[in-house]
């Protein structure tokens, strides 16, 4: 069950803007829209930022976006603040019987 | 306030057993699927097991056959029965919820709770 493509470390200075990739196939991230972002600080649980793509759950600040092109999925950080600095997971819907693929994680460093 | 608690991690020896809980509570838990989800220490996250609500359960080949997933809706409470353990099934073990069971969508899990750390160790 092989994991989704994330780069391992991404960093920006505070106020700019970063985008996380997240590659897969057609078999999960080009094949639905069913692909969510989590963000993981240091001995925390992770917590759901984007979901179905593009969409934020209540509460999250709409600093985060989401967005998907063929089997790559982004998620965007504008006006990057230190708390921000985190690792984050990419996660997609694969098939009826695999279920739920992670991807391999990016950590997010403010300079 | 929605929240789930983990509970059952353990230090276990290899080829032994362990069974994970779950306790649920702020939401009505039997319309939901539920997840669980592993890390290992400095890994990444990867998904072990889910229910629906109809008690359909599904799990990745690392896990299936040695791992079986359950719900009781009136405890409201989530299990997961792990046997056969091997070493690379260490991990901080976390409970999710998913969608309801009125809800097209998919592939989210929300919220997590705080995890509880499983080794498999001689």
């Known amino acids: 069950q092989s994991a989704l493509t994330q780069p391992a470390s991404v960093s920006g200075s505070p106020g700019q803007s970063i985008t996380i990739s997240c590659t897969g196939t057609s078999s999960d991230v080009g094949g639905y829209n069913f692909v969510s972002w989590y963000q993981q600080h240091p001995g925390k649980a992770p917590k759901l930022m984007i979901y179905e793509v593009s969409k934020r759950p209540s509460g999250i600040s709409n600093r985060f976006s989401g967005s998907k092109s063929g089997n790559t999925a982004s998620l965007t950080i504008s006006g990057l603040q230190a708390e921000d600095e985190a690792d984050y997971y990419c996660?997609?819907?694969?098939?009826?019987?695999?279920?739920?693929?992670f991807g391999t994680g990016t950590k997010v460093l403010v300079l | 306030e929605v929240q789930l608690v983990e509970s059952g991690g353990a230090l276990v020896q290899p080829g032994g057993s362990l069974r994970l809980s779950c306790a649920a509570s702020g939401f009505t838990f039997s319309t939901y699927d539920m997840h669980w989800i592993r890390q290992a220490t400095g890994k990444g996250l990867e998904w072990v097991s889910s229910i629906g609500t109809s008690g359909d359960t599904y799990y990745p080949d690392s896990v299936k056959g040695r791992f079986t997933m359950s719900r009781e809706n009136a405890e409201n409470s989530l299990y997961l029965q792990m046997n056969s353990l091997r070493a690379g099934d260490t991990a901080v073990y976390y409970c999710a919820r998913g969608r309801p069971y009125y809800d097209s969508s998919n592939g989210w899990f929300d919220p997590w709770g705080q995890g509880t750390l499983v080794t498999v160790s001689s």
């Open positions: 996660s997609s819907y694969r098939n009826s019987i695999t279920l739920y693929v």
